[in-house]
């Protein structure tokens, strides 16, 4: 799972490389489960998750 902008998060649902996350009945906007393993793939994306995240104001 990862925290993403909701845009990207979006992105990566559209073109098939993540599912949504929903936790009981609420759709999580920002949150996305990788459909399949990819290595490269995974690595870049928690380089933009940990970017977001860092970018969040506290």
């Known amino acids: ?3 993403l902008p909701a845009e990207r998060a ?3 649902v559209e ?3 993540a599912e949504v996350m ?3 009945a609420r759709r999580m906007r920002e949150w ?3 459909r399949s393993p ?3 793939l995974w690595r870049r994306l928690l380089t933009e998750a940990a ?3 860092a970018s969040l104001p506290r």
Do not use: I, N, Y
């Open 22 to 24: 929903v936790m009981g």
């Open 1 to 3: 799972m990862l925290k």
């Open 38 to 40: 990819d290595e490269d």
């Open 10 to 12: 979006r992105e990566l």
């Open 51 to 53: 970017d977001h995240v």
């Open 32 to 34: 996305v489960a990788l």
């Open 15 to 17: 073109e098939g490389t």
